[in-house]
């Protein structure tokens, strides 16, 4: 069972902005993301400060910076630094078996709600944990499981804020402006924060074949039927 946590500070019609516009701006740029900037900027304007200001300046650098230099960064930062990853149950499993049933469970999530990513996301790398997946999830779909999953990952999203912002990276204004629509760090997910900066994510290699997400777990049930419970980031290193 999913944790309890605040209500939201900002209206429904606000954090829809800010999550979609969010998912446009983290994702990897592209001629559409170019022709939308516009449209995020203006947007911006609905939101507070704390949310608005960082995208308006993301939007800036995007505009201000040719497109194959924005693409070559985008992939220098988010494909080779482990600390720098937008797929969000990394952070706690890392290469492990264990991921597995951490994506499954982003699934059936979304399943719940009667959002099937297609085949070819899955395959091209969006799988369902990914920070742009959730976000387009949560701002078009289901606003409260999509805020949920985001909070059962609030650790590794910090994480991945202070690691762009260390960096000197501009994409961490996107995130920035993503934690900013969340509730305040938690004491036990500072210290889960901390330990993850000193440890980073777990290392074991497995390759790929632990990440395919079935249809029906090993008793033959639809994977939606029931739902798994979400590891939390204080007790994964003891």
């Not at 170019?34 to 507070?48: F, K, N």
């Not at 924060?193 to 290699?205: D, H």
Request: proline fraction near 9%; glycine fraction near 6%; hydrophobic fraction near 35%.
């Amino acid at each position: 069972m999913s944790r309890k946590y605040p209500k939201p500070t900002l209206s429904p019609e606000q954090l829809t902005i800010a999550w979609q516009s969010a998912s446009l701006l983290l994702d990897y740029p592209d001629e559409s993301l170019l022709e939308r900037l516009h449209l995020v900027r203006s947007a911006s304007h609905q939101l507070p400060a704390s949310v608005g200001e960082p995208m308006r300046r993301l939007v800036v650098h995007l505009e201000a910076t040719p497109l194959p230099d924005l693409q070559a960064d985008y992939v220098a930062t988010f494909d080779s630094r482990r600390r720098c990853n937008l797929f969000l149950t990394y952070f706690l499993h890392g290469d492990t078996r264990k991921r597995g049933m951490a994506l499954l469970r982003f699934k059936q999530t979304y399943l719940r709600s009667g959002y099937v990513l297609d085949d070819g996301a899955e395959r091209g790398g969006e799988l369902p944990d990914h920070l742009c997946v959730v976000l387009e999830y949560a701002a078009t779909v289901d606003q409260e499981l999509g805020r949920t999953l985001l909070l059962d990952h609030r650790a590794g999203l910090e994480l991945l804020r202070l690691s762009l912002r260390d960096s000197g990276s501009p994409w961490a204004l996107g995130v920035e402006a993503v934690t900013a629509t969340l509730p305040p760090l938690r004491g036990d997910e500072r210290d889960a924060v901390r330990r993850l900066a000193a440890e980073g994510p777990p290392e074991e290699e497995v390759g790929l074949t632990p990440y395919v997400l079935p249809d029906t777990d090993p008793d033959g049930r639809p994977v939606e039927s029931e739902l798994l419970p979400m590891p939390s980031f204080p007790g994964a290193h003891p």
